[in-house]
């Protein structure tokens, strides 16, 4: 018998229509949520990620950063990565587990890795701590690496620049002393105090 009332689906599509047109409901809004409820209806919702408590001023994060610089004359500068960033209200940067390449373009011969770095606020250099280890080559294309506690990465001189004790090694010499400074193309690279080398004959 006919009770008057509309099938079961027709009153279900009229449902879904009032709400989707129902004042004060913003279709994004509704389609967000229908997404959300079917990615959890699915069990796709991964766990939230556990991260340690960042510092009271900082502002953001970036994890796996990737960062290409340029100039103004449109060529590469340096890149960059970085397992994690970190934005600071006073505009610094943090960075954990860094590497850095390509300074000055695509004649540099440096590689750059380091536990942490920063660059310092309205500043055009990154400092790296830790266990900084450089690999690269002399003007002669001789292999050169060596490593120290501090190093400077001075983008407008394009100069490396450490104070702390440093270790370098050629294929010929083992070299220790405190203080060096390098350009980014390696045609000059100065130990400054302190110097003891060991030339293999």
Known sequence: PDSGCPPVSERKSRLRMSALTAPGIPLLAVAIMGAVGIALLQGDSSPP????????DARSYLADMRLRRFGDDGQLEYRATADRATYFADGSLAL???????LGGRQSVWTLSA????????QDR????????VHGRDEAGVP??????????????????SEAPVELRSPDKHVEAIGL??????TQ???LNRVRAEIDE
Not at 96 to 102: A, F, I, L, R
Not at 181 to 186: I, L
């Open 49 to 56: 990620e556990n991260i340690a408590a960042p510092p009271p």
């Open 96 to 102: 954990s587990t860094v590497d850095v390449d390509y």
């Open 115 to 122: 536990p942490s770095g920063r660059v310092p606020p309205s």
């Open 144 to 161: 050169v690496d060596f490593n120290t506690e501090q190093l400077l990465v001075e983008l407008e001189s394009e100069t490396l620049r």
């Open 126 to 133: 990154i400092e790296l701590t830790g266990a900084v280890n």
């Open 189 to 191: 690279v100065e130990l």
């Open 181 to 186: 400074v390098a350009d980014f193309q390696g």
